[in-house]
């Protein structure tokens, strides 16, 4: 034997060693001399194969990790006290025509949108109607002077009369000046059932309505939250004239997880306190992300037709829209802006992580009753017609609309990680 050999049995010996005195006994099996050779091949194919074993767990599990799995959690329950939704209700006509000098010029410049036009000859060199083409926006808003009480007659919540004027506030959208509850007030629920919500009694006057795209009469409803977009001329509800409503209410709050957890397929969500002011409604501090696809999308609009409409608080520095570039530049290019594919915009507006939906139901009777008919006639209420050309079910005539939370059930969907 040399000294190199020697150097080398050594090191091997150690080796043994170890390996027979390691507790994982698999290892010293193999080494012991005591076990029959064919005994030893075995153990070392149960070492080799647990060894593979080991490591395939190991790796599955971190690939695990780094997915970022989580459970959705799904909590019902009754809620001592719940804020009420903000509710936007619109009147049915972008403006009111029986408020203009020359109402017949007005409705036919709105009839010439309309897809009745095709029907009707109008005479598009008329002065009449060359003058009310070329009446800017907010001049026509002004004549059309939407007030609360040309919409609404009696406002009560909670079974108490109050002030309409507090209650709603005025706020230009694009189906014209609409209401939204005064957020100020503070409104929650605390019971459920029809006498524990909002209720109003709203008048539609269809004398002054427009027939546009639209020829329906009455309102049109929507219920989001205090910081939202209502979006309301592509969403919402109608509310019929001579009809009597009852709406329940059920809220759904849905809580993701933010970044590195996945929330909307491949997309992240973000937490709607960090994004805030520039992109969310001017009124408001909150991210809200349909507010940041319309002040994203409505810059085109703006710049390619060159003038802006009352909604656009935020663009003062283009001309307001005459109401014929409103009818046919603005209106349509917005449109068509919203039904194609946002992100060709390159809008940056990322979905948010927490919100809420508000699930109605909504029944419908008749209001009022014919003995309520001659006493609400009496009050002023309701106007009486003479001529007969109007019946009380389609003009005059008011919608009682009880709004409330069903069941005080509150249904709460939380996404929690897999730890
Ligand atoms: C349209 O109105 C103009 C001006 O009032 C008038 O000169 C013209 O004859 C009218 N055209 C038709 C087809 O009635
Ligand atoms: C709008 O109508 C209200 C009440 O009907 C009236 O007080 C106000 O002066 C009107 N505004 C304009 C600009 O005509
Ligand atoms: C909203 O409600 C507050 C609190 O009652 C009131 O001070 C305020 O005047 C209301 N806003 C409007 C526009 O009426
Ligand atoms: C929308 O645009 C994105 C990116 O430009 C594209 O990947 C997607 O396929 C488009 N979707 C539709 C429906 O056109
Ligand atoms: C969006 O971005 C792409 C690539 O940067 C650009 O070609 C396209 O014109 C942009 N779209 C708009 C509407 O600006």
Redesign the pocket.
Known sequence: MNTENNTNEDDVKKCKELISETTAHGCRNIMSNKRSNFIRFLWLCYVIGMGITLFATLYMGLENYWTYPFNTVLKIGPQPKLKFPMVTICDLTYLRVNRFPNPEAVRKVFLRRSILNSMMAINESDKGFIEVTNTPLDEAHTISNVTVDDIFQICIWKGQTVSCNEMWIPLFTDLGKCFVLNDSLNYYADSDGSHGGLNFIAKIDQEGYIVDDNANAGLKIKLHDPHEDPRISDSGIYLNPGGACLMSVNKKSYTFLPEPFKAYGDEYCVVNSELSGQKSKPTSIKYDRESCIRSCVVI?VIKGCNCRSVTDSEFLTYPMCTIGQWLNCYEPSLRIAYTRNIS???CTCPRVCEFNVYQTKLSLGMFPSVPALEILQKLNIIKKKSGGRYSWRTDGTVPWCKFHYSGGIHGDISFIPVV
Do not use: G, M, V
């Open positions: 085109y060709q915009y390159n």
